[in-house]
C-alpha cells in the first residue's frame, strides 16, 4: 500500500467526496479497494474499466461526464495522462508507486488544501500542470 494513504483518505473525505476511478477490472480493483476500504468510510463510489472509454487495445481514458458532478470542483488524480484526456484540465499527475519510500500523497494534499479554496479547480490546475500545452486533447 502507498504510504500515508488511510491518514490521506480519512483527512481528505473531510473536504471532498472521493471516488475511485480505475482502468482496471472490477475484480482486481475491489480486492485492493476492499483492502484500502472495506467498510466504505472513505470511497463513497467505485468506477472500473468498463466505465471508461476505450481508446486503443489496452489504452483507457477516462470520461468525468459519467459522473455528473460539476467539472469545475472535480479533480482525477492518476499516474497516466492518458486517463485525462477527456477532461485535461481536470487532471493532477501523480507518479507512480511500486514499493519503498514515497511521499506523493503528502505532496497532493497540500495541493489540494489550495484546490478546495477554487471556484474553478481547472484553472488552478492548468496554472500549475500545464497540461494543456502538450497538445489538442479536444477532439479525443
Not at 479497494?33 to 487495445?57: A, F, G, M, Q, T
Not at 507512480?96 to 490546475?125: C, H, Q, S, W
Amino acid at each position: 500500500m502507498r504510504p500515508y494513504a488511510i491518514s490521506f483518505l480519512k483527512r481528505m473525505r473531510k473536504n471532498f467526496e472521493i471516488i475511485a476511478f480505475t482502468a482496471s477490472e472490477r475484480c482486481y480493483a475491489d480486492a485492493i479497494l476492499n483492502e484500502i476500504d472495506p467498510e466504505y468510510e472513505y470511497i463513497s463510489h467505485r468506477l472500473y474499466r468498463e466505465h471508461c472509454v476505450r481508446l486503443h487495445k489496452k489504452v483507457y481514458a477516462k470520461d468525468l461526464r459519467i459522473i455528473n458532478r460539476d467539472l469545475s470542483k472535480m479533480v482525477l488524480v492518476d499516474n497516466s495522462p492518458l486517463s485525462y484526456l477527456y477532461q485535461v484540465e481536470n487532471g493532477i499527475p501523480i507518479l507512480p508507486f511500486y514499493a519503498g519510500e514515497d511521499t506523493e500523497l503528502l505532496a497532493l494534499e497540500k495541493y489540494l488544501d489550495r484546490v478546495k479554496m477554487e471556484r474553478d479547480v481547472r484553472k488552478l490546475n492548468m496554472m500549475t500542470f500545464k497540461l494543456h500545452e502538450y497538445g489538442n486533447f479536444e477532439n479525443c
